[in-house]
């Protein structure tokens, strides 16, 4: 049952991400399981998940509804937020730097050299992952767990991940993780302090006008 459960949180968090249920709107249990060819179970089992994720809320009597997409006063709350303990994160993984965490930091540069030129869901999705992943091994290499759990629960690739995609800000992305990562190899801490908040803030404002009011 837990690899059932497991596949169709894949497959939601592929539809919502999708866009194919749209934000905001009421989602069909049994009409999901026969979709899905599986029991009502798993289907509950995943939406659960996906409240955790901030991609579906319950609502009492009711069921579940997708979220809505953030807003641009959401994505400014969620960079204000980054913008604290990233850079800061990004400073202390230079300073406390070790051959392991360079030759991570290298690998998981090495799983994107380029970027997917598709909108399509199936062609970034691999893309954002990598965004996350490297965002996350970041405040890991810090050192700081208290930071690392609150970055985790804001699960702010996923609900950037909603919005759009385009080949250029791909480009700026990895040219803007290089960045971070050459100073933070090369153990200096105030340009790895300063490449993370310049990607954070060019991350926001190619957010910004994707977003409503």
Known sequence: ???????????????????????????????????????????????????????????????????NLLTKREIDDLYEFRLRIEPFSAARAASVVSAASITALKDELATFPSVPTSSNFDSYKEFSAHDARLHHLILELSGNDVILRAFEHTHCHLHAFRLAYDSRSGHETIDEHKAAVDAIINSDSARAEEAMRRHLEHSR?????????
Do not use: C, F, W
């Not at 169709?8 to 749209?22: E, F, H, P, Q, S």
């Not at 009502?40 to 609502?59: F, H, W, Y």
């Open 205 to 213: 404002d190619r957010l910004l006008p994707l977003a409503n009011d």
């Open 1 to 67: 049952m837990r690899v059932v459960s497991a596949d169709v949180y894949g497959k939601l968090t592929a539809m919502i991400l999708r866009n194919d249920l749209l934000p905001g709107s009421r989602i069909n249990i049994d009409g999901i399981a026969q979709l899905l060819r599986v029991s009502a179970t798993p289907v509950r089992e995943a939406l659960a998940r996906l409240e955790s994720d901030g991609l579906v809320t319950k609502i009492h009597l009711k069921g579940y509804r997708t979220t």
